[in-house]
């Protein structure tokens, strides 16, 4: 990744995937601790069972922003968003 442009606009998007699939993973591990089932969380959020095998399971991921805050409700969570771990200087 010699060119600028392409390794920003890369960690840009891998950022991204990453803060998605660590959502996702969390949820999912969330509803595995309570016991629920997928076809459950699926019936508390008024979704089909499929919906929720595919936010749990796919390859590419990119739920709406009411899913995830469905879904964490349905579990007895809410999202949150909180400062970076580390910042990007501009410039």
Known sequence: ????VFRESYERA???IDAID???????ADRQRQGLSK??????????????????SAEDRDPTMKTIIEVA???GLEVRVGR????RRAG
């Open 39 to 56: 076809a459950e969380l699926a019936r508390r959020i008024g979704v089909s069972d499929a919906v929720i095998r595919r936010l749990f």
């Open 84 to 87: 970076a771990a580390r910042t």
């Open 22 to 28: 660590r959502v996702i993973n969390d949820l999912d």
């Open 1 to 4: 990744m010699d060119d600028p």
């Open 14 to 16: 891998r950022s991204r």
């Open 73 to 75: 409700g349905a579990l």
